[in-house]
């Protein structure tokens, strides 16, 4: 601010230089008009007085009121001194020229030129006294506040919460015996949150991102809706409570993995999730139906026995790094894999309703196949090529003709008994330790029986 007072006062300065050389230098013309500001010019004292002098210059004497218009197509000499005889100063107007005010003025289209080159004299002598010392260094600026202490947010201590309320924008590092008011207000939770054994529903309120763990097992919740939370860092355990609703809102992504088994569940939406960065498990529900909608990634397992789903779709998974467990959900009839090209460890699919199997886009199950105890007629291998531990179809109703396709390594046994309709096996050379099948059965360039 003090720099551009003094840029404001050069300014002025420079303009009172300008105005001082235009009123000193500049010559006028042949006809003039001389005012005299001066009490003792002629007339009467009191009105202007318009004359001639010697040398042929028109004189206008303003009197004591110091009031007069002038209007001149030349130029217009000032006579500002007290004596008619006195030199004048000089501007030049091609307009007409009015003044008001007391006796000693010389006003110009309402402008008193004298008292304004008097007031920047007057700034240019207040400009050198406020001129800033080039020595003077500028103050440092003031250091910055310390950041706010993190904060344990207790729910059930009456005094954990006054602290935090007092705070405008707490830092929480850790929430215990959630849930409470102060909990629902908050906007980020950096460390985990754990739920009361009583809390009956649990809600997270403005909260958008949670840094640590949801942690709520073997308690009393029957409802979860995670309303505006888009992450979550750790794990989400909500097994063992008496859950009949998931809503997951906004939340995108699970750093860890999501167990809600054990609960009441009969339908599931993971809405806009993307990516369980761990295992989800969901055994021991009522479900009948999940939708996987917008998921493209898990970390681990998928388990889902034990409900009473009707039909799976995996929609956008393309692989499971774990097992995939859907047995002993008996009215299972369809199981959709759709992109999933890898399931890395077994594959459970016992005690179904599944009458048959199209194994689709599967190349590779990391582990055991143990598809037994259905009502599976017809088994459709597909891309299928390999198997690491054991192939076990046995107790199925498997009819007809059982080819394998593509299928090129098992790495255990294949097991095929129980099924009392197939008649004939095609294995096209699959590399395996032995076939398990009844003598009556045909096999075909398959490995010796076991």
């Known amino acids: 601010m003090r720099r551009l007072a003094v840029r404001v006062c050069l300014s002025w300065v420079v303009l009172l230089f300008l105005a001082s050389t235009l009123l000193t230098t500049l010559t006028p013309r042949t006809v003039g008009v001389v005012v005299n500001a001066a009490e003792d010019g002629g007339g009467d004292g009191g009105d202007p007085f318009v004359s001639v002098d010697s040398n042929g210059d028109l004189r206008v004497d303003a009197g004591t ?12 000499v000032l006579n500002t001194t007290n004596n008619n005889n006195s030199s004048s100063s000089s501007s030049s107007s091609s307009s007409s020229s009015s003044g008001g005010g007391g006796g000693g003025g010389v006003w110009i289209n309402g402008i008193n030129v004298l008292q304004d080159l008097k007031h920047l004299r007057q700034l240019a002598t207040t400009c050198n006294a406020t001129a800033p010392s080039s020595s003077s260094p500028p103050a440092p600026p003031a250091p910055p506040s310390p950041p706010p202490t993190p904060m344990v947010l207790d729910c059930a201590s009456s005094a954990s919460r006054a602290a935090v309320r007092a705070q405008s924008q707490p830092i929480i ?12 207000a908050l906007d980020d939770v950096d460390g985990p949150v754990s739920v009361s054994s009583t809390q009956t529903s649990l809600s997270f309120g403005t909260i958008q991102r949670i840094g640590g763990d949801v942690l709520a097992t073997s308690g009393s919740l029957t409802m979860v809706d995670f309303s505006k939370v ?22 995108l992504r699970i750093g860890g993995y999501l167990d809600a088994s054990v609960n009441n569940l009969e339908m599931l939406d993971f809405g806009r999730i993307t990516r369980v960065g761990r295992h989800i498990t969901l055994r021991d529900n009522d479900l009948t139906a999940v939708n996987f909608a917008g998921l493209m990634r898990i970390g681990g397992m998928l388990s889902m026995e034990q409900n009473m789903l009707q039909s799976v779709h995996f929609r956008r998974l393309s692989s499971i790094p774990g097992a995939l467990d859907l047995s002993q959900n008996p009215p299972l009839t369809a199981v959709d894999f759709g992109g999933i090209t890898a399931i890395s460890d077994n594959l459970l699919l016992y005690s179904t309703g599944l009458q048959s199997l199209n194994m689709a886009n599967v190349t590779v199950i990391g582990g055991l196949a143990l598809i037994f105890s259905n009502a599976i007629t017809a088994v459709d291998f597909a891309s299928l090529t390999r198997v690491g531990n054991s192939l076990q179809l046995y107790n199925n109703n498997i009819m007809g003709t059982l080819d394998f396709h593509n299928l090129r390594a098992v790495g255990a046994r294949v097991h095929l008994s129980g099924n009392s309709g197939l008649i004939t096996v095609q294995c096209r050379n699959v590399q395996a330790e032995c076939i398990d099948v009844p003598s009556f059965q045909n096999l075909l360039t398959c490995p010796t029986r076991c």
């Open 230 to 251: 888009t992450f979550v860092a750790g794990a989400v355990d909500l097994r063992g409570n008496s859950i009949s609703s998931i809503s997951f809102g906004g939340l």
């Open 173 to 184: 590092a850790q929430v215990i015996n959630c849930c409470c008011e102060e909990f629902l």
């Open 65 to 76: 009121s110091g009031n007069l218009v002038l209007v001149s197509h030349h130029d217009i």
